[in-house]
């Protein structure tokens, strides 16, 4: 086992290694497991770590600020178009699992302002940052709600042609450019994850 401590301790590699269950060799992450048991230094050195950790998941999880749409439409002008499309229920949601949305354009200009989302959003509304690449039309959709709900894991259903798209944990969705035009000025069924 690597020291780089006078006590005999594992150096802060192999620590992070141990926690993340990264180690290759059973035999070192058992004599580390040991040595941890037994080492209050390397104890708090591994609370900390797994702290470090947690702050990092954390922050993985939450949305993308729309700050950063506009950096990001600042710096790559020239190569993507960022709009935006507000997704409005029919209906109030009340505790729905799936229900109705007509969607609409906005402007870009509308969403990538300091702050928060557009003043025109309601609560329960989702509002899809798209980002294309105008040389390739590849299309990413980033959707955002103010209930987590409604932008984790959800799915859209066009009414149309019964297509379907899914986010990830992040609101993330990739479309094609055909797609997108498609959700456009529609009526979109979003179904929420238990």
């Known amino acids: 086992m690597k020291s780089t401590y006078k006590n005999g301790c594992p150096d802060p590699c192999s620590l992070e290694a141990f926690l993340q269950d990264q180690m290759d060799s059973s035999l070192l992450k058992e004599k580390i497991r040991l040595h941890i048991s037994q080492c209050s230094h390397c104890q708090t050195s591994i609370h900390e770590l797994s702290q470090f950790f947690h702050i990092i998941e954390d922050e993985f999880k939450r949305p993308i600020p729309n700050q950063l749409f506009k950096l990001f439409s600042e710096i790559e002008r020239e190569n993507v178009s960022i709009s ?3 997704l409005h229920p029919l209906k109030p949601l009340n505790g729905h699992i799936s229900l109705d949305f007509k969607s609409r354009v906005i402007d870009p200009e509308n969403f990538m302002q300091p702050g928060q989302p ?3 959003m309601d ?3 989702i509002l899809l940052r798209v980002i294309q690449s105008k040389s390739s039309a590849e299309t990413v959709i980033y959707a955002f709600a103010h209930n987590e709900k409604l932008f984790r894991n959800i799915r859209l259903s066009l009414k149309t ?3 379907k798209f899914v986010s990830d944990s992040l609101g993330k969705i990739e479309v094609n450019a055909d797609d997108l035009n498609q959700l456009k000025n529609a009526v979109i069924t979003v179904t929420v994850k238990k």
């Open 84 to 86: 935006g499309i507000l």
């Open 161 to 163: 042609n019964d297509k």
């Open 118 to 120: 557009p003043n025109s």
């Open 123 to 125: 609560h329960d509304d």
